[in-house]
């Protein structure tokens, strides 16, 4: 048998880059941390506060890349992502020149939107420029998740009123903005905050799932790595705490969120991880594996059976909620069918949908504003075509692709 190559750790590896680097990274941290920390009640819509958002920090983000990559301090995107993406941008272009007077609006807010969230793509990877980076990197999303995860769980567990109490035994006499925040989050229960958003909240942590994961890997080879060295291990032992204390929160948040989406893919999103961790990578062994699974079954057991209740009474509605889906999907592919090559033109449905919508719409319980398809490849065929289509498609296909070849090639 050949002898296992240890992994040598390069010290440019473990030092922090350049300030440059350093700020861009902020820069990023900050675009995101707003979008998902800026969900506040007074919204009580996302999007209200997401897409300007997604407009400022993505352009902020694209412009600081811009300034690296002059600089020579990043490197050039691989090209199965950005070539995708450009020619997903292309299309777009074709589509609101081809498209009626009347959407070409929509469609350059939209095209300018596109363009901005790219920036966020291109700066989160290019400050990762070593080993340091990754880390900083993981452990910004984990804190992410611990923060909104914690938020989440003492909002749900009707905990914010004694804090509410211990503040503000009476209410204040002037305009106090903190106060109507926490008294906003106390008292709508059903909403479990702008931040838990059902759909939203949901489908974010059973991505971030896999990271904190991830994460809490690292930072325990950095321990054992401390315990050989004599070094100090209080740090790596507190970030594994708040790591394992995500990935329970994460679990039982997708849970307390009913999302019926996310709650299908969770025991999917574990399987695959188990494949791609025993068959993708060199992994063939995992310490306490055993005692892991033992944990993971009594806590979804204990989970299933305080919201089992609630579990049925969500799905059991689920044809009430396809019905009026079907009315929306039937627009969109009314939509693609017309105009198959470019669609409709970017960002357009919400305008050219009443005029293909069925004329039973309103007979069942639905908005009167239909935004979106509500299903993401029918939104992308409506309004961009094949062309728009299959152009996003190949660039998250180059992303997937990357982590591939990634997990291939690591030790």
């Known amino acids: 048998m050949k002898p296992k190559r240890k992994h040598r750790i390069n010290e440019a590896d473990e030092k922090l880059p350049s300030i440059s680097i350093l700020v861009g990274f902020l820069i990023f941290c900050l675009s995101v941390a707003f979008v998902i920390f800026g969900l506040t009640a007074y919204t009580f819509n996302l999007d209200d506060i997401k897409i300007p958002g997604l407009y400022i920090g993505g352009g902020l983000s694209l412009l600081a890349w811009a300034v690296l990559w002059v600089r020579g301090e990043v490197s050039n995107p691989p090209r199965v992502i950005w070539i995708p993406y450009v020619s997903y941008l292309v299309a777009c272009l074709l589509s609101i020149l081809a498209g009626a007077p009347y959407v070409k609006w929509v469609g350059w807010e939209f095209l300018g939107f596109y363009i901005s969230c790219f920036g966020l793509v291109l700066l989160g990877s290019g400050v990762v420029v070593n080993r340091r980076m990754l880390e900083l990197s993981l452990k910004f999303w984990v804190l992410i998740t611990f923060s909104t995860t914690t938020f989440g769980l003492i909002h749900y567990a009707g905990l914010l009123e004694p804090i509410y109490n211990l503040f503000y035994p009476e209410p204040p006499r002037q305009t106090d903005r903190l106060h109507d925040l926490i008294f906003t989050f106390m008292r709508n229960r059903s909403m479990l905050s702008t931040i838990l958003n059902v759909q939203f909240f949901g489908v974010f942590l059973l991505m971030v799932l896999p990271v904190s994961a991830a994460t809490l ?22 970030w594994m705490i708040i790591c394992g204390l995500s990935i329970v929160f994460s679990i ?12 299908t893919f969770l025991p999917l999103s574990i399987l695959g991880f188990l494949i791609g961790l025993f068959l993708i990578t060199r992994v063939r062994q995992v310490p306490h594996l055993g005692v892991m699974a033992i944990l993971g079954v009594i806590m979804a057991g204990t989970i299933l059976f305080f919201t089992m209740g609630d579990l049925r009474r969500n799905f059991a509605n689920l044809d009430d909620s396809m019905g009026p889906r079907n ?15 470019l669609g409709a033109g970017p960002g357009s449905f919400r305008i050219v949908f009443p005029e293909y919508r069925n004329p039973d719409y309103h007979m069942v319980r639905i908005s009167n504003v239909t935004l979106y398809a509500h299903n993401w490849v029918l939104d992308l065929l409506a309004e961009t075509g094949l062309a ?8 998250l296909g180059g992303i997937f692709w990357l982590g591939f070849r990634t997990m291939r090639e690591s030790e």
């Open 327 to 341: 009315f929306i999907y039937s627009g969109a592919v009314a939509i693609f069918k017309d105009q198959p090559i």
């Open 388 to 395: 728009g289509t299959l152009t996003y498609i190949a660039f």
């Open 252 to 263: 039982a948040c997708i849970f307390t969120t009913y999302s019926k989406s996310a709650l």
């Open 217 to 238: 890997v690292i930072v325990f080879q950095n321990m054992r790595r401390r315990m050989t060295t004599g070094d100090s291990i209080t740090r790596p032992v507190v």
